[in-house]
């Protein structure tokens, strides 16, 4: 029986990384764990290596506050601006005594009115709420979901980076240990 941690309360990212493992793994029974950690990072990752950074800390973090387990999986939400453009994005590690796996999701471009919140110091998910007159919905749809009417919610977004970073482990022959305490 896998023993995963979320390095996250987050309803959203705890059934991501439960449900991508159960899609990869379907005759796997899960034993699964939530808990918060710190990702070593702002509030609002900023760029992509920044929110890789946030990532990879929660996945250590998490393995370091539960060692006993088999898995430990960091997911975090992050923006790239370029004066022009926001975009906006996750990235999800997950980590075993032996393997790391990385993947980023799909981007897309946040709405000027969002993003000039952002810029001005909003987390993603406060100027989401401010902007459609949400409450708390990075626990829910996320901006994907607020912008597709949820055709795809924040869970489906993440959802196909969560099982892109489980490759190494589903193809283990093909992708030899790497040193797992390495971060980056």
Same mark, same amino acid.
């Given at each position: 029986?896998?023993r995963l941690?979320?390095? /996250?309360? +987050?309803?959203v990212?705890?059934?991501?990384?439960t449900?991508?493992? @159960? $899609? *990869?793994?379907p005759?796997?029974?899960?034993?699964?764990? /939530?808990?918060?950690?710190?990702?070593?990072v702002?509030r609002q990752?900023?760029?992509d290596a &920044?929110?890789l950074?946030?990532?990879?800390t929660?996945?250590?973090?998490?393995?370091?506050?539960?060692?006993?387990?088999?898995y430990?999986?960091?997911i975090e939400?992050?923006? &790239?601006? #370029?004066?022009?453009?926001?975009?906006?994005?996750?990235?999800?590690?997950? $980590? /075993?005594? #032996? @393997?790391?796996?990385k993947? $980023?999701?799909g981007t897309?471009?946040?709405?000027?009115a969002?993003? +000039? *919140?952002?810029?001005?110091?909003?987390?993603?998910g406060?100027? #989401?709420d401010?902007i459609?007159?949400?409450?708390?919905?990075?626990?829910?749809?996320g901006?994907?979901?607020? *912008?597709?009417?949820?055709v795809? #919610?924040?869970?489906?977004?993440?959802?196909?980076?969560?099982?892109?970073?489980?490759i190494?482990f589903?193809?283990?022959? *093909?992708?030899?240990p790497?040193?797992?305490?390495?971060?980056?």
């Open positions: 029986m896998p941690v979320i390095a /996250s309360t +987050n309803p990212k705890v059934a991501v990384a449900n991508g493992f @159960r $899609r *990869l793994f005759h796997a029974v899960i034993d699964s764990h /939530s808990i918060a950690v710190p990702s070593g702002s990752p900023s760029t &920044e929110t950074t946030g990532a990879l929660r996945a250590a973090n998490a393995q370091q506050a539960m060692p006993e387990a088999d430990w999986i960091g939400g992050g923006i &790239e601006d #370029d004066g022009a453009e926001m975009l906006a994005f996750a990235w999800i590690v997950v $980590r /075993s005594r #032996d @393997r790391i796996g993947s $980023r999701s897309f471009c946040l709405p000027p969002v993003a +000039n *919140l952002v810029r001005q110091g909003k987390e993603l406060e100027a #989401d401010l459609f007159g949400q409450s708390n919905s990075k626990q829910a749809a901006a994907v979901g607020l *912008l597709t009417d949820n795809i #919610d924040r869970a489906q977004l993440y959802e196909h980076a969560m099982i892109l970073a489980l190494p589903k193809n283990e022959a *093909l992708y030899p790497t040193l797992a305490d390495t971060i980056g």
